[in-house]
């Protein structure tokens, strides 16, 4: 049971400059143990829901998403004082913080809202000399702490190329090794930037984008023709090109040039990790594809709040792996289906219950497919144990691309220990299951895969479609990619992924039994559309099975 009364403090209208000084106030009080929580409020606005817009605009968020999803915050403070006995004091004065706090302060750093790039330095120096971050315009309602100006970052650089390579030769050095966030301040969301005050993360945010020949050999090593990515990694050319590729980018953009500087100087003893999203001038695919190939791991933290909170509240246990359940006996006339929801790699999936899916009160009504992300063992475990706790027989966690923590495979440059790193995480988490981003990798990379997976009983294969769905077995290992959605579909309305389910359930086939995987986009469909679906189901030999009874039964048949 927690002792201390935590503080909770109503930022929901505030400025996103005042939303900064709060947060890194947070990071800071929540070194030690849990202090303080933020409630950000309900994300009706539209820039709350910034690089998923396209997905997630009005008509959908509020016809679907926000009566399921409600106030994220509250909802995971009270699981927190019913499971944890955390006390609150609500508080809806920042400057009352500030007061209450000042003894640990050493003084304040400013930064500029016009150069907002300065805000991740900001955020660096608070983390490493214990200062209340202030926007400019802030400086008139800062004088009433009577802090000291320690930092004044004002026409200090003239571009972004120039302020982080300032802060990788002055600042990285002093900064928490292993790690380093990507975060786009233009984004305006800084429900993230409490975690990395609190561990001291270094902090940046430069392009991954230049669509140019080094992009393409990525792009060719990762999602090429299929012939031409088995030549090359059988001729083991994949690590020159992808070579090739970052030095290319890196010649043609300053901007990556820097970056793959930063990257590549991330040293871990287990897997080199980034926090983060991309920035407004790149997308995730070439983020993805950057990160990749200079041996980081993504943990997608956009929109991710209070994850200094999370982290300071230990899990009471961990569940340890179960035994698998006993599979049914194979139906040898029969289609099997097994339905994963999306994106429970990103920290705001986990914090948002899925999005709200966790919270149906029908859910384990019919079995379903969680991704999670399994780093939160160590991230967040008591956040993981909720997820564990309220599992019914029919929810099955899984880990989400491609594992601990998000990559494109092919593009690793180690990734034999990236899989053994998943295992080890995995096994943590008491995770059995894993979706693995590319549906179709090569030959070598899918026995990498499989063989150096100890604990894990197979995979589910990528998060959409380009031209070959595998089904293997590589050892004792199987990998099976979804068949739903394709590319051009990812986006498609749940009545359309639902009516693609059905024309392909319905569709004579050349082999029985059969399997069918079917990565559902978590920003269109959801747990009751799926509900819905199986309930209508009346064929005796249509059997909807959780993932990892699904491969058990795959593999039943492929052993045959």
Same mark, same amino acid.
């Given at each position: 049971?927690?002792?201390?009364?935590?503080?909770?403090?109503?930022?929901?209208?505030?400025?996103?400059?005042?939303?900064?000084?709060?947060?890194?106030?947070?990071?800071?009080?929540?070194?030690?143990?849990?202090?303080?929580?933020?409630?950000?409020?309900?994300?009706?606005?539209?820039?709350?829901?910034?690089?998923?817009?396209?997905?997630?605009?009005?008509?959908?968020?509020?016809?679907?998403?926000?009566?399921?999803?409600?106030?994220?915050?509250?909802?995971?403070?009270?699981?927190?004082?019913?499971?944890?006995?955390?006390?609150?004091?609500?508080?809806?004065?920042?400057?009352?913080?500030?007061?209450?706090?000042?003894?640990?302060?050493?003084?304040?750093?400013?930064?500029?809202?016009d150069f907002d790039d300065t805000v991740n330095i900001a955020l660096m120096l608070a983390a490493q000399e214990d200062l209340l971050v202030i926007e400019k315009g802030m400086l008139d309602w800062a004088k009433i702490f009577e802090l000291?100006?320690?930092?004044?970052?004002?026409?200090?650089?003239?571009?972004?190329?120039?302020?982080?390579?300032?802060?990788?030769?002055?600042?990285?050095?002093?900064?928490?090794?292993?790690?380093?966030?990507?975060?786009?301040?233009?984004?305006?969301?800084?429900?993230?930037?409490?975690?990395?005050?609190?561990?001291?993360?270094?902090?940046?945010?430069?392009?991954?984008?230049?669509?140019?020949?080094?992009?393409?050999?990525?792009?060719?090593?990762?999602?090429?023709?299929?012939?031409?990515?088995?030549?090359?990694?059988?001729?083991?050319?994949?690590? +020159?090109?992808?070579? =090739?590729?970052?030095?290319?980018?890196?010649? *043609?953009? $300053? %901007?990556?040039?820097? &970056?793959? #500087?930063?990257?590549?100087?991330?040293?871990?003893?287990?897997?080199?990790?980034?926090?983060?999203?991309?920035?407004?001038?790149?997308?995730?695919?070439?983020?993805?594809?950057?990160?990749?190939?200079?041996?980081?791991?993504?943990?997608?933290?956009?929109?991710?709040?209070?994850?200094?909170?999370?982290?300071?509240? +230990?899990?009471?246990? =961990?569940?340890?792996?179960?035994?698998?359940? *006993?599979? $049914? %006996?194979?139906?040898? &006339?029969? #289609?099997?289906?097994?339905?994963?929801?999306?994106?429970?790699?990103?920290?705001?999936?986990?914090?948002?219950?899925?999005?709200?899916?966790?919270?149906?009160?029908?859910?384990?009504?019919?079995?379903?497919?969680?991704?999670?992300?399994?780093?939160?063992?160590?991230?967040?475990?008591?956040?993981?144990?909720?997820?564990?706790?309220?599992?019914?027989?029919?929810?099955?966690?899984?880990?989400?691309?491609?594992?601990?923590?998000?990559?494109?495979?092919?593009?690793?440059?180690?990734?034999?220990?990236?899989?053994?790193?998943?295992?080890?995480?995995?096994?943590?988490?008491?995770?059995?299951?894993?979706?693995?981003?590319?549906?179709?990798?090569?030959?070598?990379?899918?026995?990498?895969?499989?063989?150096?997976?100890?604990?894990?009983?197979?995979?589910?294969?990528?998060?959409?479609?380009?031209?070959?769905?595998?089904?293997?077995?590589?050892?004792?290992?199987?990998?099976?990619?979804?068949?739903?959605?394709?590319?051009?579909?990812?986006?498609?309305?749940?009545?359309?992924?639902?009516?693609?389910?059905?024309?392909?359930?319905?569709?004579?086939?050349?082999?029985?039994?059969?399997?069918?995987?079917?990565?559902?986009?978590?920003?269109?469909?959801?747990?009751?559309?799926?509900?819905?679906?199986?309930?209508?189901?009346?064929?005796?030999?249509?059997?909807?099975?959780?993932?990892?009874?699904?491969?058990?039964?795959?593999?039943?048949?492929?052993?045959?």
């Open positions: 049971m927690q002792s201390a009364t935590l503080k909770l403090l109503d930022v929901s209208t505030c400025t996103y400059a005042e939303r900064v000084t709060a947060a890194a106030l947070q990071g800071l009080l929540n070194r030690s143990q849990p202090a303080i929580f933020l409630n950000y409020g309900i994300y009706d606005d539209p820039a709350a829901r910034r690089t998923n817009e396209v997905f997630l605009d009005d008509e959908i968020w509020f016809g679907k998403y926000r009566e399921m999803l409600g106030n994220q915050d509250l909802l995971n403070l009270s699981y927190y004082q019913q499971e944890h006995g955390f006390l609150t004091e609500n508080i809806s004065d920042l400057s009352r913080v500030v007061f209450e706090n000042r003894a640990m302060l050493k003084g304040c750093v400013i930064w500029d809202e000291p100006i320690i930092h004044d970052l004002r026409d200090r650089w003239s571009d972004r190329v120039e302020v982080y390579q300032w802060a990788f030769e002055n600042l990285f050095p002093k900064c928490l090794s292993g790690q380093i966030a990507c975060i786009e301040p233009s984004w305006k969301r800084p429900e993230f930037i409490d975690y990395v005050v609190q561990n001291k993360i270094f902090t940046y945010n430069l392009t991954s984008q230049h669509k140019g020949w080094g992009q393409i050999l990525l792009l060719m090593l990762s999602f090429g023709p299929a012939w031409l990515r088995e030549l090359i990694f059988t001729l083991r050319l994949d690590k +020159p090109m992808r070579k =090739l590729g970052l030095r290319l980018m890196g010649n *043609a953009l $300053p %901007e990556i040039a820097l &970056h793959n #500087t930063i990257q590549s100087s991330v040293q871990s003893d287990t897997y080199p990790t980034i926090f983060g999203w991309h920035t407004k001038r790149d997308d995730e695919l070439a983020f993805m594809l950057l990160l990749s190939a200079n041996g980081l791991r993504l943990v997608p933290s956009h929109l991710a709040g209070n994850f200094s909170f999370h982290a300071r509240v +230990p899990a009471d246990r =961990l569940q340890s792996p179960e035994p698998l359940p *006993a599979p $049914p %006996e194979l139906d040898p &006339h029969g #289609t099997y289906l097994t339905f994963t929801l999306s994106d429970g790699d990103q920290l705001m999936m986990m914090s948002t219950a899925q999005l709200g899916n966790w919270y149906n009160p029908q859910r384990g009504k019919i079995t379903f497919n969680w991704e999670v992300q399994p780093l939160l063992v160590e991230l967040a475990p008591a956040l993981l144990q909720k997820f564990q706790k309220q599992s019914t027989p029919n929810d099955c966690l899984i880990a989400g691309p491609s594992g601990a923590g998000y990559i494109i495979p092919p593009l690793a440059p180690d990734l034999d220990r990236y899989m053994k790193e998943t295992s080890r995480i995995c096994k943590q988490a008491g995770i059995k299951t894993v979706t693995s981003y590319v549906a179709d990798p090569p030959r070598r990379v899918l026995r990498q895969i499989c063989q150096q997976s100890e604990g894990v009983i197979g995979f589910l294969g990528g998060y959409a479609i380009f031209s070959r769905t595998p089904q293997v077995m590589v050892g004792n290992k199987v990998f099976i990619a979804n068949q739903i959605p394709r590319l051009a579909h990812i986006a498609d309305s749940a009545e359309e992924v639902l009516h693609a389910v059905r024309t392909i359930v319905e569709s004579p086939a050349l082999h029985k039994p059969r399997f069918i995987g079917i990565h559902l986009f978590a920003y269109r469909t959801s747990y009751e559309d799926i509900l819905g679906f199986v309930g209508m189901l009346n064929d005796p030999h249509v059997h909807v099975v959780r993932a990892d009874v699904f491969l058990q039964l795959a593999k039943q048949t492929f052993s045959r």
